[in-house]
């Protein structure tokens, strides 16, 4: 499995959200070293997060499925998870 951004000490993980080319929002779980077996990442359930854009909150939904890794993404490449 490769290694992922941790956590904070408080559970919590800040991202940064970004809107694509189409007007869908995504954030990246980035790995933190190079790595050349990268299993599928699986969510089970949807999961529902409270984004905040600047000044504006909408809950925003993880679709349960499974998220390919992109290696092309970042310094070693990272899963990319799009948010409904």
Known sequence: M????RLGDDGKRTVDVHMDSNGRYFFDVD???SIEDTPDLIV???LTATIILETVEK???IKAGSY????SIGDFG???IYLD
């Open 59 to 61: 809950d925003l939904t």
């Open 44 to 46: 089970d359930n949807d």
């Open 68 to 71: 390919h890794f992109d290696s």
């Open 2 to 5: 490769p290694k992922l951004a």
């Open 31 to 33: 790995a933190t070293e």
């Open 78 to 80: 990272a899963y990319r």
